[in-house]
């Protein structure tokens, strides 16, 4: 292998990944980990347990690669083909191998298990093939030479995959003699759809750099923006673009790299030395669980408490029993007094509180399913807002409990202006 | 198309899924609603955005299938080439096609949103396509007959995609002339690993029918077991084969279908009249979160305490300091005073309350990261338990979460017995 882009080609096999009942996540790792050397992977063929398949698309992908990695079909079971095709490819036979024994052997005493036939088939392996060792499972890893490609053979189960691709990619890195130096910048999004972003892109930036490609993943809540450069000298331009964005979208942008939007609001509260509590009507506890999987939540996430029925919004946050009556669970005044309720009970600093209409049932003419009322803010500064967000019930929790999030962030940051979410959602008969 | 087994290849196009960024989930979903109708798909193709590299894939499987379904690159974007490829394939030009511009006006409108030459990309389909509905988004997925082979171009965002199938299965469904009489059940379990449940099988199950094909999905925290027949006449082996699954695994089989835990638990909540308020420490609102995800939670889920701080157990549930002080936080008289306190306060009839340690940080040589106290029952019974399980923290909240819940589940069914993972995740040091 040389320093020029190597061409790489991925080869999937499995009757469980072809009918779906698995979601094949191993080619995702195996590009990621490929993607930490610089190195794509331009195509990626799947095909179910059959010998004459895998032949097909394992020969023609031998002429056209010059790296190929196979996943999956090492097991100890008769569907379990790869070492049988791989020797037909390269015109080898199959032999047993005195290490991939060895290692199944001390697999076998580990676990207090007799080596038995299902096992020995897993070192049965082309004749010439090197072993990759495999540091958790049964089945070896192997890899041979077949003409200038490199074809490499891995486990199905994902932890072993791991194991493996940790070996794998460490001696990718010794045969590529330069060090890569694509650099990706990631930011983090919330409330901006990927057409309304491209758009504001298109309509405001006249000359975007050719050297500086433009990526989006749109997620559930959050939409990535991805700024990828493929050689050290276009960094400025890179960071040139970062501030245009930046400039564009300023206050949608919650920070770099994997940043959550609950790590965000809580490395926020932790610089301000201020704690947070929630009251979740619709949402059901969901923002409480978003900060609490953030390591080290307990810093500024003081309570939560999940209050679904109005009985329970009295009991326990001391919600006037008036206010339910006189405007109902789904209000204004009742986040207010749910906000109030959390932080006194709780003596947080802060509080987001949430009522409103998740679906599919529930809704009425005045408040159809999706409308929401939020609340956020301290003891002195409590505002409100009131969204129509008619999703998937599931979605919609996942989105208000972001928005909730969000406005809590940007009140923490003194940003003033609406998210592009209030007038793209807003609800349909203004309530005040 | 003809009733006999029809050829059909999937292909996958987008950077985000070669990078690794994105795992494809898309391709197990057509793969699984094809297979309502006996549809295999036999080979699947991933390719990035790039129209010589799609061109070529495409041209290749129209020649080699009855039916080609293409998924992602119906967007707004540049790098959004479907369209522009088939109609290279198929040797038409490219033209606005009235009834899609028409969806995307209405689309627009509904969200208050101007149409704009971005969206209006999304309109220019290949000359002769026949257009599928978007029920949900603005990317109309399309069809053409090319020679024998019918090409369905869908769209990439998942939800989208999942009302499109809908469609798609349905006008397949009419196309084929015999209906499939394939028939697959499926079982609910929690706490089996496939392995564990795999060995059980094949220890206890000495003829297993060859008509009945067995299969495991392992998900967090569910995992599904599978059983599939090809023709109706084996549906009194499937039958037979669900006993004999009922007879091992018994107590650990949640229910068919897609039944989840939280859907369970509320269910029989619901035939018993009763009502459930849970008290989290470490898995923060995750409890709360699983049961308000399920349409009509409110039937029996009371209200949910999040008490991350020891300060908070006290104030908010009545954990009495010296229980703290004496026990600890993670401790058995904890969970039972959180448990009560939770009852107490809302008035619930069943409680669920868990505090451990969740890591990364926070263990100790006596309670390592993954030790975890759980309490459930109601005001006469309540039970606790102490387990082990360090995996990474947002795992443990998973699995702990729906420990929680299976054991009120098996509580409120009167199972009696314990399940396999006391065993398997038994606390390191016993407690009492």
């Known amino acids: 292998m040389t320093d020029r882009q190597i061409r790489v080609q991925l080869l999937l096999t499995g009757n469980e990944i072809m009918s779906g009942d698995t979601v094949d996540s191993n080619s995702a790792v195996i590009a990621q980990r490929l993607g930490e050397l610089a ?22 992908m031998v002429g056209t690669s010059d790296l190929v990695i196979v996943n999956g079909g090492l097991g ?8 049988e095709v791989l020797a037909i490819v390269a015109g080898v036979p199959l032999e047993e191998h005195p290490v ?12 207090n298990l007799q080596l038995n036939a299902a096992n020995l088939k897993q070192a049965i392996l082309p004749k010439g093939a090197a072993i990759v060792d495999n540091p958790t499972g049964s089945a070896m890893g192997f890899t041979m030479l077949l003409g200038d490609c490199h ?40 409330g901006l759809g990927e057409s309304t972003a491209q758009q504001i892109i298109s309509d405001s930036v ?47 942008i919650i920070g770099e790299g ?87 009970h709780s003596g947080a600093d802060y509080a987001i509180a949430v009522s409103g209409i998740a679906g599919p049932d529930g809704g009425t003419p005045d408040k159809p399913v999706g409308t929401v009322w939020l609340a956020w803010g301290n003891h002195s500064t409590l505002r409100t807002h009131n969204l129509h967000w008619p999703v998937e019930r599931t979605l919609f929790q996942t989105m208000i409990a972001a928005a909730g999030l969000d406005m809590l962030r940007r009140m923490l940051l003194g940003i003033d202006e609406e998210p592009v979410y209030f007038s793209q959602r807003a609800a349909a008969t203004p309530q005040g």
Chains 1, 2 share one sequence.
């Not at 190195?39 to 004459?52: M, N």
């Not at 024994?101 to 001390?106: D, E, G, Y």
Request: glycine share 8%.
């Open 258 to 344: 994997d940043t959550l939007l609950a790590e965000r609001v809580l490395q926020l509260l932790r610089e301000q030395g201020a704690s947070l509590s929630t009251a979740e009507s619709c949402t059901g506890g969901l923002i409480a669980s978003m900060l609490t999987r953030i390591p080290g939540a307990s810093d500024g996430f003081r309570a939560g408490f999940v209050t679904y029925s109005n009985a329970i919004k009295t009991a326990v946050l001391g919600v006037q029993e008036s206010t339910l009556e006189e405007h109902g669970a789904v209000s204004e005044a009742v986040v207010r007094e749910m906000a109030r309720g959390a932080m006194r």
């Open 151 to 190: 074809v490499i053979c891995t486990p199905g189960v994902p932890s072993e995959l791991a194991a493996m691709l940790d070996l794998i990619v460490e001696d990718l890195a010794k045969r590529l003699p330069h060090a890569p130096d694509r650099n990706i910048l990631r930011l983090q999004t919330f």
């Open 206 to 252: 006249d000359n975007w750099p050719p050297e500086v490609q433009l990526g989006f993943r749109a997620g559930a809540p959050q939409m990535e923006i991805k700024l990828s450069v493929q050689h050290g000298s276009a960094l400025p331009l890179q960071q040139h673009c970062r501030d245009q964005l930046a400039a564009l979208f300023g206050d949608h």
């Open 39 to 60: 190195i794509g992977v331009y195509r990626k063929v799947t095909v179910g347990d059959d010998a004459v398949l895998l032949q097909t698309e394992l020969a023609s």
């Open 100 to 111: 991939a024994v060895a290692h199944l052997q001390t697999w076998c005493t580990r676990r």
């Open 76 to 83: 100890p079971t008769v569907d379990d083909l790869t070492a």
